[in-house]
Structure formats: structure tokens, C-alpha cells
């Protein structure tokens, strides 16, 4: 990790070969930076932004040799990524720590983590086989979800229980789970900072989200009235937990807006979906924050630019139509990532609607 400023032409690896990573790579670029990525084989638009790229297992120690030996700092874009092959890294070129990883990677580690920081979560038992999830339901009640503890994302591997008796239909996946009781919610956010290494901290607004089975679809601004009366305690949180984990670069932590007040969801040790929009609509972007927090360079400012945003995730098939919306008034600015199968439940792009004129 850079203690001093990394010089223009300086190299930073990104582990991961997605759109995030893609993004990345764009606002290193734009500040002067060689990029080099890492990422098994795949559909790995990231790739096409990077000066180089390996295409090797999580686990082959030389490979992953041979990339660090060419980076001056090391990052990632997703949370999922072995810590074995993090750890194979040497710590001090790495940033984030990778202790960021250990507790956002398995969801009872994290909740026990933002709770000895003054978090609420919904309440949730471990669960590792049919009687485990029985007296889970029986001791929490129904409607609930059953969660696999590690390696979900975007509605993966989670399973809704809707009463004691579906419970028992459920064909249990063999590896630890957590259960966790509904959420009565109004609305949710995410609460999304930068954190340099000298510790000073910067909010972006926060935005009202909408997810579908389990994916984000929508994040607008303003987020209105409840979340942003929620805004101030879910960043103390928020703040709390980067300086616990001495984070260095961007943190999401993603909250429920209830009546009693902001319940925390789950947590992102990286830019966010949630956060497209600061690309067009906020003085500096998650990305282009995320590589000056990395490279020891000062962060920009986060402050929206706009009245109003609208982001919204282009998913599946609509991205072969997706052009279509550059005809469209208001100047909308279309992102697609260059995924070559447009799966449904696949994100294929985002589209950013800004206006001066509050909504």
C-alpha cells in the first residue's frame, strides 16, 4: 500500500476481471497509472482497460507470483476473492487490508463485527443442518432467509422461509448458513465512503435503492425524507467500521431504513453498484476515489453535483437494445461493459439520468 504518493506510470493490479474492476482500471488510467489485472479464465471485460492480463487460477502461487512482481499496489473488486490467493500477496503492497475480506466474506463474521461497533441487525442464528434450521425458525419465527454464510452475492445462494412448515421442505446446501429474521423496512441505502491512508474519511451521498430478487435495479436522488434522517447514525457506523479494519480505499455498508432506524444489511469492502452514479453526477467519482486512496494521492470531493439522479442497472437482454436509450431527452449517459452473454439476471450495463431540477 502507497505511504507516499505512487509516481505517474506506476502499476496497480486489480484482482478480478468485472465491470467494477473495468471501472477502475478507467480512473487509473485517467490519473496517470499502468493497470494489470488477475482473474481466472472468463468473460473478463475488465481486461480491455488493463495494460496486461493474467488469466490464472485463485490457487497457482507462481501465477499470482509473477502478477504481484509487477505491481507497485495491489487492489480487488469483489469480495469473493480466496483470501489464500490474497494472502500470497505480500501485505505491504496490498490495499484494502485483506482483514476487510475476512469479515465481509462470511456474513456471521460481519454481523458480529458492526455489531460490537453499535450496528442493529436483524436477529440471526447459525445454521448447519435440518435441526439447526428448525430451531432457527422455531426460536426467530417466519418469514425469514436462510443464507449461505459465504461466497452470495446478488440474491445468490439465499433461500426465503415463509412459515415453520416450509422449513422443513427446504433441501439444505451443506455448508454453513445463516437465518435471519424479516426486516420490516421502509426503504434501503447504502452508506458509501472513501478512507485514505492517513485515515481522513468522505461520505457520498446516499442513495434510495430497489433491488430485485435479491439484485440492485435503481438507486435514486434524493433518497428522501426517512433515509436521510438515517443518514448521520448509518455513517457512524459506517466510519466506525473503516477505522476498525484500518480500510484504505472505498467501503460500502448497505442498511434497511426502518421506523426504529437504520438496520445494517450487509457489507461491500470495495466500490459499489449502488455507487455508479458519482461517475457523472458527484465531484469525484467511487472509482477514481478508490485509486487516489490506494495510491496515496489526496482524495477528491463527493459532493453531488445535481438535483436530482437516477441510475439504473441494464439487465440481460435489454443490453442489445440498449443504444436506444441515447435517443432519449435529458441526456442520459449509458454504460455497457462489454459482457458477451446477456443472460437474464446478468448486469449488462447501467444508465445515469441527471437534472438540476429537484424530482
Not at 476481471?17 to 477502475?24: E, K
Not at 438496520?263 to 470495495?270: D, G, I, L, T, Y
Amino acid at each position: 500500500m502507497a505511504t507516499a504518493p505512487l509516481p505517474p506510470g506506476s502499476t496497480i493490479g486489480i484482482l478480478g476481471g468485472g465491470q467494477l474492476g473495468r471501472m477502475m482500471a478507467v480512473a487509473a488510467i485517467q490519473l496517470g497509472y499502468r493497470v494489470i489485472g488477475y482473474a481466472p479464465a472468463g468473460d473478463n471485460v475488465a481486461a480491455s482497460a488493463c495494460d496486461d492480463f493474467f488469466e490464472n487460477g485463485w490457487g497457482e502461487r507462481d501465477a499470482m507470483a509473477a502478477f504481484a512482481s509487477k505491481c507497485d499496489v495491489v487492489t480487488w473488486e469483489f469480495e469473493n476473492v480466496p483470501l489464500s490467493a490474497v494472502e500470497a500477496i505480500p501485505l505491504a503492497m496490498l490495499a484494502p487490508h485483506p482483514k476487510a475480506l475476512g469479515v465481509a466474506q462470511d456474513r456471521l463474521n460481519e454481523k458480529s463485527f458492526v455489531e460490537q461497533l453499535g450496528a442493529v441487525c436483524a436477529p440471526y442464528l447459525r445454521v448447519e443442518n435440518d435441526d439447526d434450521l428448525r430451531r432457527a425458525v422455531e426460536r426467530i419465527g417466519a418469514p425469514g432467509i436462510l443464507k449461505t454464510a459465504r461466497d452470495g452475492y446478488d440474491g445468490k445462494g439465499q433461500w426465503r422461509i415463509s412459515s415453520a412448515h416450509e422449513a422443513e421442505g427446504v433441501r439444505f446446501p451443506g455448508r454453513a448458513c445463516i437465518y435471519e429474521g424479516m426486516v420490516s423496512f421502509e426503504a434501503e441505502f447504502s452508506v458509501i465512503l472513501v478512507r485514505s491512508v492517513a485515515g481522513e474519511v468522505r461520505f457520498w451521498d446516499s442513495s434510495a435503492n430497489t433491488h430485485d430478487s435479491g439484485m440492485l435495479v435503481h438507486s435514486i436522488l434524493p433518497a428522501g425524507a426517512l433515509i436521510e434522517s438515517q443518514i448521520e447514525k448509518a455513517r457512524e457506523i459506517a466510519a466506525k467500521t473503516a477505522n476498525a479494519l484500518d480500510y484504505v480505499g472505498v467501503l460500502t455498508l448497505e442498511f434497511f431504513a426502518t421506523s426504529n432506524g437504520p438496520v445494517f444489511n450487509e457489507m461491500a469492502p470495495r466500490v459499489h453498484n449502488s455507487g455508479h452514479w458519482t461517475i457523472e453526477a458527484a465531484a469525484t467519482s467511487q472509482f477514481e476515489n478508490h485509486i487516489r486512496a490506494i495510491a496515496g494521492l489526496p482524495l477528491g470531493g463527493t459532493a453531488t453535483r445535481f438535483a436530482s439522479v437516477d441510475m439504473r442497472n441494464i439487465v440481460g437482454e435489454d443490453a442489445l437494445t440498449a443504444h436506444r436509450i441515447l435517443a432519449e431527452e435529458g441526456e442520459p449517459h449509458l454504460h455497457l461493459y462489454g459482457k458477451r452473454e446477456a443472460r437474464g439476471g446478468r448486469k449488462m450495463g447501467h444508465v445515469t439520468r441527471v437534472s438540476h431540477s429537484a424530482p
